[in-house]
């Protein structure tokens, strides 16, 4: 026989981990935005450029992107 598996594999009681920025509508500075824009620019990988800048690439996409 199976055993049925938990639709949660957290203990009862246990709290969550709390973040430090949302997940969702984080803004960046202009200082940031122009800092990640230059370094696409000088044709760095938009990958590298999330990490230097402390996000990620979907985050980055905005800024980098053109409309």
């Keep these: ?11 009862k009681g246990a709290s969550r981990p709390v973040r430090k920025t949302p997940a969702q509508g984080r803004r960046f ?17 938009k990958a590298d450029v999330a990490e230097a800048v402390g996000t990620t690439v979907t985050s980055l996409r905005p800024i980098s992107d053109p409309p």
């Design 1 to 11: 026989m199976s055993k049925s598996k938990s639709p949660s594999n957290r203990r």
């Design 29 to 45: 500075t202009p200082e940031q935005k122009e800092h990640a824009l230059s370094l696409v620019a000088s044709g760095m990988k």
